[in-house]
């Protein structure tokens, strides 16, 4: 009898000991992490007077949270930041938590820590260009305003639009989604041309090329995701100055001449028989790494995804992508994709943060260098394309200066608002290019059912 | 009589290459993750099937991607830990809805199981107010604290409940024995596998709780595993065997945990507790 009850005596205590045991742990931590002070004591006493003045616990060591996706890109890239400040600004008495997350779960976390009331939130968030608008719109005030901060003077143009709203600016620009036509030049050659055909071309041109080379290697010419095929619309819109939002943010996309001649060069090259299409992003890699594909229109991070079959070593080539031959404004430039840095209005250590970014981000073209060798990530900060890097020969890319082509390209982008809905219009874009390619609309009513689809889930 | 079994041996023939297919489509996404685990990115997107000599390199690299064990280890607290609690007290209500007469015990029930229709991404963010204005914001209490009282956990036991016999605890009440030990020892142990089948339920739930942890957790050495799988499934490279591999090791204790407990599982859902 006595031992029963111990043994529910015994019951009791363990759930209460791991009630107690858990509560004890947790409440402990979000005060100070224990690697916090040991660092604190090897970067030095004091704190900078001028960044910490107001701040109550002036003279202890602040952490500074940034929240990033992609462990290879955005996050090596910003642990490779912290090292460069804490090397630069012994004395800046800063530690730099870098949090993994994937891109999307960023956006959920922002948009809850936001919506319920601030707390919980991060000092510096890496957000897409894409969909930034989306949050400063949303949230006004929760992102500090920097256009005091940076000489974005010194930043690439169009990379500041995108960050910019009603003159404020509200980020660091950082890499960029400066778009390249990657090829496969051997199977380029075998149809008789050469690297010199494949320079500045249009879309028509591309497209005589394309069914030549088809039809001599059996080897089509240039792939996309069969259920997703914005990034060549977007490559081709973007080409020509214009996008699915016009420069107030009005839905821009039934009058969009880009938009038409992009439908336009996609279903010629269906009809050609020169267009793979991938059922998926790891289908688009496949086809690229088996050689069942000669080329790929895409950005600077897409080349890693190249790189991974290193039986094509050499085989690579880089150009500029074609231009729209029918629109004047169309150039043999253009951008998809690429993020930025925003500093959250109500951190704690927002100027610490702020401080951290100008001691880093600007002016540092080692720094920009080295997340070029490492990362492969395209800065937006100008001087930084005047370095020897750029001078480098890609042994992937047959010798060619790969870097230098992105510098190169990069000044000639022209400057849109991307309006921060592009996902929302790539899938009406995605829908009604979807009914194109069944014959069931013509270009113009599909362009019509995407702006009123678009129109109706925004509902403006 | 010969006609008769020819026939009984085609039928069975025919069931157990259908029930062979149904094998091997269900057995198959198994398969492919553990071949997927030992081949490099680049044969898995080729459609590698058969085991390439990759797993070392994949563990490597999954490795210098983020801390494995931390958040192996993470994971398994936060899940037994929250499996443990979660039958304790669902088990203890339901036993009390079930057993107990009070006045409005029925309308407190009824409302309690409509919150079940309560989509959790309503909750998200009052949950998340609540959780950072008791301090609890990256914390593994944050966690497991919400949905420890699982309304369908409460459900699931009072109905298995209404089988066991209310005399029995009437008796032990005449001999003298107290409500703990009544419900402990007496009603407890013959209801062993509705308890597995609940085990397994709130195991599966909170190993595979994916939302709340991700708004709740704010720091890397927080993370459980479905955060490190959602990370490594969105960068610019996806690197597909290191992604994989992940997969084997998220998986692996849903598979161990349903195999030795699969017999009570069945019994407890089916409801034959003995």
Partial sequence: MKRKMAAMAMTAALVLGTLAGCGKTENAQPETKEEETVADDASGEAAEETETAKEPQSGEEKTITIWAWDDNFNVAVMKEAANVYAQSNPDANVNVDVVSLSKEDVYVKLQTALAGGGSGLPDIVLLEDYVSGKYLNTFPGSFADLTEKFDFSQFLSFKVDAVTQDGKTYAVPFDTGATALYYRLDLVEQAGYTEEDMQDLTWDEFIEIGKTVTEKTGVQMIVEIANNKTTLVRAMMQSCGLWYFDKDGNINIKDNEALKSAFDIIVRMKEAGILYEAESTEGRAGALNNGTVVSVVNAPWFISSIRQAEDQSGLWRAARIPRIAELDSSINASNVGGSSWYVLEKSEVKDEAIAFLQGVWEGNTDFYDTIMLNQGAMGSYIPGYDTGVYDEEDEFFGGQKLNGLFAEILPDVIPVNFGGYVAEANDAITTALANLFEGKVTIDEALEQAEAQLANQLGR | ?274
């Avoid at chain 2, 062979?20 to 997927?36: K, N, Q």
């Avoid at chain 2, 609540?130 to 914001?137: E, Q, R, V």
């Avoid at chain 2, 298995?160 to 009603?187: H, M």
């Fill in chain 2, 1 to 274: 009589m010969v006609k008769e079994k020819i026939m009984r041996t085609a039928k069975r023939v025919i069931l157990h290459l259908f029930l062979l297919a149904a094998v091997l489509i269900s057995i198959f996404p198994f398969y492919w993750m553990l071949s997927g685990a030992t081949n490099s990115s680049v044969n898995i997107t080729g459609g590698a099937m058969w085991f390439g000599s990759n797993l070392k390199e994949n563990w490597s690299n999954l490795q210098g991607t983020a801390n494995v064990f931390l958040i192996f280890w993470n994971t398994i607290k936060t899940t037994l830990i929250y499996t443990f609690l979660a039958i304790l007290i669902c088990a203890m209500a339901g036993y009390g809805f079930e057993k107990y007469r009070s006045k409005g015990k029925n309308v407190v029930y009824a409302m309690f199981l409509l919150s079940m229709m309560i989509p959790f991404s309503a909750q998200m963010i009052p949950l998340f107010k609540m959780a950072s204005k008791a301090n609890m914001l990256d914390s593994h209490v944050a966690i497991i604290l919400p949905t420890i009282a699982m309304p369908f956990l409460v459900f699931f036991f009072r109905q298995s409940f209404q089988s066991y016999p209310t005399e029995l605890i009437e008796a032990a009440r005449v001999d003298g024995a107290n409500e703990f030990r009544i419900f402990f020892q007496l009603v407890m142990r013959p209801m062993k596998s509705t308890f597995a089948a609940a085990a397994i339920y709130a195991f599966m739930k909170q190993w595979n709780n994916y939302l709340w942890p991700l708004i709740v957790i704010q720091s890397n050495e927080k993370k459980t595993f479905t955060l490190l799988l959602s990370s490594l499934s969105s960068a610019y490279y996806v690197d597909y065997g290191q992604l994989m591999l992940a997969i084997v090791l998220a998986t692996l204790p849903i598979i161990i945990v349903f195999l030795t407990m699969q017999k009570q599982f069945v019994e407890g859902i089916v409801g034959t507790s003995k």
